[in-house]
T-cell receptor, first 116, second 114 residues
Framework: GAVVSQHPSWVICKSGTSVKIECRSL??????MFWYRQFPKQSLMLMAT???????TYEQGVEKDKFLINHASLTLSTLTVTSAHPEDSSFYIC?????WGTGELFFGEGSRLTVL | RKEVEQDPGPFNVPEGATVAFNCTYS??????FFWYRQDCRKEPKLLMS???SGNEDGRFTAQLNRASQYISLLIRDSKLSDSATYLC???????????????FGQGTTLQVKP
């Protein structure tokens, strides 16, 4: 079946550094990818919608200059957390929608970010 | 009001029990509904879609009540492996259009004990 791979699965960084998370669709082309964030014991909150070849659409309250999204190809979207701070520590999950069939949504394994 | 609301639980039940989770959604124009399962520190995985007529998959039964904007998930003969968080998910709508986004509830935690 279709697989979405996220990397890294976990990362620890110092405050002020930038962290890049990759989301790849391994055996299908994804015109749209979604980035979610989940804090402990809370629901997944959509951060932005990433469209191949165009600018990402950010949800209200999400700073586009802090969370840079690049969807340069049909199989890769990246999320860069710039100048990370401890409050950015969270579980970041991407999902990709297949171009074919029902457009089922597939999730990556998630990336756990800890900012010290 | 949250777009998708669930009782966070936790629900602690013995093995073999039947347990039901409920979920309400605020947008009456919503068209697609799902139940996802999320294990601790893992990504959500699709458990089942919810159809208007109700649907069953083994020990799991999903129901939709559009009039009350209410979705349910019933688990029969609970197994230890059913312990997880169950997320109610609704496809986002803006006016008459499907946004393509999934709106997640907070999740209901189930703990099945021996």
């Amino acid at each position: 079946g279709a697989v979405v791979s996220q990397h890294p699965s976990w990362v620890i960084c110092k405050s002020g550094t930038s962290v890049k998370i990759e989301c790849r669709s391994l055996d299908f082309q994804a015109t749209t990818m979604f980035w979610y964030r989940q804090f402990p014991k809370q629901s997944l909150m959509l951060m932005a919608t990433s469209n191949e070849g165009s600018k990402a659409t950010y949800e209200q309250g999400v700073e586009k200059d802090k969370f840079l999204i690049n969807h340069a190809s049909l199989t890769l979207s990246t999320l860069t957390v710039t100048s990370a701070h401890p409050e950015d520590s969270s579980f970041y999950i991407c999902s990709a929608r297949a171009r074919w069939g029902t457009g089922e949504l597939f999730f990556g394994e998630g990336s756990r970010l800890t900012v010290l | 009001r949250k777009e998708v609301e669930q009782d966070p639980g936790p629900f602690n039940v013995p093995e073999g029990a039947t347990v039901a989770f409920n979920c309400t959604y605020s947008n009456s124009a919503s068209q697609s509904f799902f139940w996802y399962r999320q294990d601790c520190r893992k990504e959500p995985k699709l458990l089942m879609s919810v159809y208007s007529s109700g649907n069953e998959d083994g020990r799991f039964t999903a129901q939709l009540n559009r009039a009350s904007q209410y979705i349910s998930l019933l688990i029969r003969d609970s197994k230890l492996s059913d312990s997880a968080t169950y997320l109610c998910v609704v496809n986002g709508r803006r006016g008459s259009s499907n946004t393509g986004k999934l709106i997640f509830g907070q999740g209901t935690t189930l703990q099945v004990k021996p």
